[in-house]
Every structure is written in structure tokens, then in C-alpha cells.
């Protein structure tokens, strides 16, 4: 078969989850299928993450905005390869194209009711587009594939008129260096990179995110909470978050005088990420609304105790047994977080649970499954 797959993204240096989700799966799709042809369609930039090899092709295009690329661009590009199928992997795709699309549809939650609104202008715009072009493309595509049972539920209510056979879930994975480690070496290292980000090892990691959907409000609420109980009184440190976002919450609830227990940092780049996790006591991954929820599962391969919400995927991610509350009450949230600090088996029992469920998910299992609904479409499948 010749297969393309919509890489726009995996060039730019800034990563994020969608990003990493077909970053990862290219890369194992490039170690397991040595027979199809793929071309991967990316847009120019600085992070060449992953090179040609005699199957797997890289044709860079250049467009100026994300749906111009996706609209305009890309299907004039594909028109050359004679493709047998493209698989768009960011939730939207091409509004007219000549082969069958294959789309991951990570989540529907731009066509869901806003709580809150946003204050980036990038992930508004974003929204737009996604709540505008899904409904318009959805019917189009051959094959649709989400990332959980829980997703797959909201689409099928949301889409009633969706064949049965038109969707299905494959469970997004984890990269094998998220893992604990006992080598001295690395221990060293991740050390290192810790005090780079934090100063010290033992804080206290969440995500922050100005998307309401990432609960960062009451997430700082609640870590205001741990400090006033607290005889550890660890640091809480913030990926991606701004001084200025930060400022406006704490003033908003008069906590200035937390704002010394709280260390920020820019984006962290996804090879440090396992230093983060293996040096933190524990992460704090307290979505209102995740679809999968990857840092979730990274943390837990790396032995850390993740708090985490009862909301959305993240109770079929995480497991029965994890550290989960209603993450809309910073109290809640607290509490968890003490009991980790308090009771130490309660803390071991949260470690090992981690370990145990990370096990579940890896990115080969969602290549391999990947692989199967592209050859699902291969005239020799359907010959038999």
C-alpha cells in the first residue's frame, strides 16, 4: 500500500500532545512495516525528529497558516503519490480529497459547551476551526479512530448517523524512557536537570495551562491548601505557564504569599520530562477534561504518585485504585496530596499501582493496531 499520513506539526520545536502521539507512532511504524510506502506530510521546521528510510518518506510543505496547509496545501500535494489512503491525525482533515481518510479524532470537547473562556488567541482560534471543519468532514472519512472508550462514547452520541464500523479506539502509549531508574548515572543526571528547572528534588509538578480545561485555578487553590497543613511545605513546580497568568490568580484570591513556594517554567522539552517525574514526590495531573491523558501514564512508568481527577478518560487511564477526587474542590485535591505525605504505604501502594497500570499502554501496541486499520483497506483484505 502507499499510505500518507498529516504530520503538519512534528517539526516545530515546541511539541505537544497531538504532536507526540504521531511522532511516536511513525517511529515504531518505521521499525515494524518494512513492506507499505509511507509519505509523511509535515510543514517546514527546526526539530527534524525523524528521517527518511527506503519505506517512509518526508514531503515538507510550506503554507503559511495551519488550515490554509490543511485545505489548500496539502491536498494539491497529494495529488502526486498516488496514495491508497491519508491519515490525518489533529482531529480535522482536508474537505475535499481524492482518497479515503483515515482521522484520529482525539476529542470533541470544541464542540462542547464552554464553562469558561480562554484567553489564548491561538488555542481560540484553534477551537473555531476544529468546531467549524469537524461536523463538515466527519462524514467523509473512511475510518475514524479515538484514543478511549470514554471519547468513543461522546462521538457516537454526538455523531448518531456514524456506521458502528466507521470508528474505533486504539489506546495512545508511553516512549520506554519513561521508566524508573536505578543506574547512578542517570540518577545523577536527572538530579541535574531537576535543580535546573526546580532547585531541588522532591516538589511537587503540575502542568499549567491558561485552557480551562486544565483546572489550573483550583489546582493553585489547592496547593495554597497543602502549604497551610503541610510540615513539608514542598514547592509546587508549573510547566508552561506564565508569570503574568500566575499573578492573576493569586491575586484574584489574595495568595501573594504563596507566590515564593512556586517555581515556573517555560516549555519543558519531552527529553527532560523523565528527569521531572522520576525527582518529583508527586504529580498533580488534575484536568477537568482529558481525552487520554499521556503525562498521566508517564508519571506512573516512572514511579511517581499521580493525583488526578474522576472526570472524563482519566478513571479508565488511571485505574481504579489511583489516587483520584473530585479535582473541582482544591480541599480534595489537598487532601490527597497529604495523605501521600503522611501515610507512607499509602504512598508505596500508589507507586507500584502506577508502575503496574503503566504496563498496560505502549506505542507499539498502538502501532501495531494502527497497522491494522491501514491494511484494512488493502484490496487483498478485502479479497479474503
Known amino acids: 500500500m502507499i499510505i500518507g499520513i498529516e504530520a503538519q506539526r512534528i517539526f516545530r520545536k515546541k511539541k505537544h500532545g497531538m504532536d507526540m502521539v504521531i511522532l511516536e507512532e511513525i517511529k515504531q511504524l518505521q521499525l515494524m512495516d518494512k513492506k507499505n510506502q509511507y509519505y509523511i506530510f509535515v510543514k517546514s ?39 491508497d489512503i491519508l491519515h490525518c491525525t489533529s482531529n480535522t482533515a482536508p474537505l475535499y480529497c481524492r482518497v479515503p481518510i483515515v482521522l484520529t479524532l482525539h476529542d470533541i ?21 476544529r468546531k467549524w471543519i469537524v461536523p463538515r468532514i466527519i462524514h467523509k472519512c473512511s475510518k475514524i479512530i479515538t484514543v478511549s472508550n470514554f471519547e468513543l462514547t461522546n462521538i457516537t452520541r454526538r455523531f448518531p448517523h456514524l456506521p458502528s464500523n466507521a470508528i474505533c479506539m486504539i489506546y495512545n502509549g508511553y516512549n520506554s524512557r519513561f521508566c524508573t531508574s536505578d543506574n547512578l548515572q542517570e540518577q545523577a543526571l536527572s538530579s541535574q536537570i531537576c535543580k535546573k ?44 505557564f506564565r508569570e503574568h497568568d500566575l499573578n492573576t490568580i493569586l491575586k484574584k484570591h489574595h495568595m501573594e504569599n504563596i507566590r515564593s513556594s512556586i517555581i515556573l517554567a517555560d ?17 498533580l495531573y488534575t484536568s477537568l477534561r482529558e481525552s487520554f491523558g499521556i503525562p498521566l501514564i ?11 481527577g474522576i472526570t472524563s478518560s482519566l478513571p479508565e487511564i488511571a485505574g481504579e485504585k489511583a489516587a483520584m477526587c473530585d479535582v473541582t474542590k482544591p480541599e480534595a485535591i489537598a487532601s490527597l496530596l497529604l495523605q501521600l505525605e503522611v ?3 499509602y504512598y508505596q501502594f500508589q507507586k507500584e499501582w502506577g508502575l503496574q497500570r503503566s504496563k498496560l499502554f505502549s506505542w507499539r501496541r498502538t502501532a501495531q493496531q494502527l497497522l491494522e486499520v491501514y491494511e484494512s483497506f488493502s484490496p487483498s483484505s478485502h479479497s479474503k
Open 45 to 83: 521546521g527546526d526539530d527534524r525528529c525523524i528521517h527518511n528510510t527506503d519505506n517512509f518518506h518526508i514531503v515538507e510543505i510550506r503554507c503559511p497558516s495551519y488550515p490554509l496547509w490543511e485545505q489548500v496545501a496539502l491536498p494539491l500535494a497529494i495529488r502526486k503519490y498516488h496514495l
Open 109 to 129: 470537547i470544541y464542540l462542547e459547551k464552554r464553562t469558561q473562556s480562554n484567553q489564548s488567541l491561538y488555542q481560540n482560534l484553534g477551537w473555531i476551526y
Open 197 to 240: 528547572y526546580a532547585g531541588t528534588d522532591g516538589f511537587l509538578f503540575f502542568f499549567g495551562n491558561t485552557d480551562p480545561k486544565k483546572n489550573t485555578e483550583n489546582t493553585i487553590l489547592a496547593y495554597a491548601h497543602y502549604l497551610g497543613q503541610s510540615k513539608h511545605r514542598r514547592k509546587l513546580l508549573i510547566g508552561d
Open 267 to 283: 516549555y519543558i522539552p519531552n527529553t527532560d520530562m523523565p528527569h521531572i517525574y522520576r525527582n518529583a514526590f508527586a504529580v
Open 298 to 308: 508517564e508519571a506512573m512508568a516512572c514511579g511517581t504518585p499521580v493525583v488526578t
Open 343 to 345: 501515610d507512607s504505604e
